[in-house]
């Protein structure tokens, strides 16, 4: 889906051959034609949701017609995610809404990433990482995890190539959807590897600090 909304991102690479991008972009990849799925991804990428909400009197109305996602942690004055209430895809208030974004309670991600992160090469996985020099609170947000969207099939045909150089950044990250008693699922496969943001440095690990989810704007 393509967005236009202000994401505020000043991060940067270090590597000059790397393409920053501030949010997921379609790959161009070419169309030979055979990639169906491609071309679906092409179709929902240009589409545009136009189901905002109506909540224009409530700083809380936005969370009661989304779920509450977000809830404010006074310690370090942010919106962090509530983990009792949240759910696996998290739809944020965008500019389809009618709500006043300044006083909204339901935009964080679209915000961008979070204040003082910084790439550093880290001994532990032989690799750059990213690092906060600020505590992170339980929820909080860190920043998106940016790249092309590609197709199965082009996941497939790139990681051929990364695992030559042992180096794999593709993300498949499935959303899981329920519509009254219909249940579906979608997968999102981002690759990061030439065009991303500063998301690209987060490491896998076994004792992890941090956890992905799926946010959408409506």
Same mark, same amino acid.
């Given at each position: ?57 409530? %700083? ?25 209430? +949240? ?8 500019? +389809? ?5 300044? %006083? ?11 204040? *003082? ?8 996985? %032989? ?11 339980? =929820? ?19 990681? *051929? %190539? ?36 500063? =998301? ?19």
């Amino acid at each position: 889906m393509t967005s236009n909304l202000n994401v505020f991102d000043f991060y940067e690479h270090e590597d000059r051959s790397l393409e920053y991008v501030l949010e997921n972009i379609l790959s161009d990849q070419s169309i030979d034609g055979s990639d169906n799925e491609f071309q679906h991804l092409q179709r929902e990428y240009n589409s545009i949701l136009l189901n905002g909400c109506d909540c224009i009197s409530s %700083k809380f109305g936005c969370l009661e017609c989304h779920g509450r996602n977000y809830k404010w942690f006074a310690e370090t004055g942010e919106l962090v995610l509530d983990t009792d209430n +949240s759910v696996d895809l998290i739809y944020e208030c965008s500019s +389809s809404c009618k709500c006043e974004p300044s %006083k909204c309670t339901n935009r964080l991600v679209q915000k961008g990433p979070r204040a *003082k992160l910084k790439i550093v090469h880290s001994n532990l996985f %032989k690799s750059k990482g990213l690092f906060s020099s600020d505590h992170i609170p339980k =929820g909080g947000f860190i920043c998106e995890y940016a790249g092309e969207i590609i197709s199965r099939k082009e996941a497939h045909n790139r990681l *051929k %190539k990364y695992e030559q150089n042992l180096d794999n950044y593709i993300l498949f990250m499935t959303e899981r959807i329920k519509e009254g008693h219909d249940k579906s699922s979608t997968t999102t496969i981002i690759d990061p590897t030439k065009r991303g943001n500063i =998301g690209r440095y987060l490491n896998h690990s076994c004792n992890p600090n941090c956890e992905p989810y799926s946010q959408n704007e409506t």
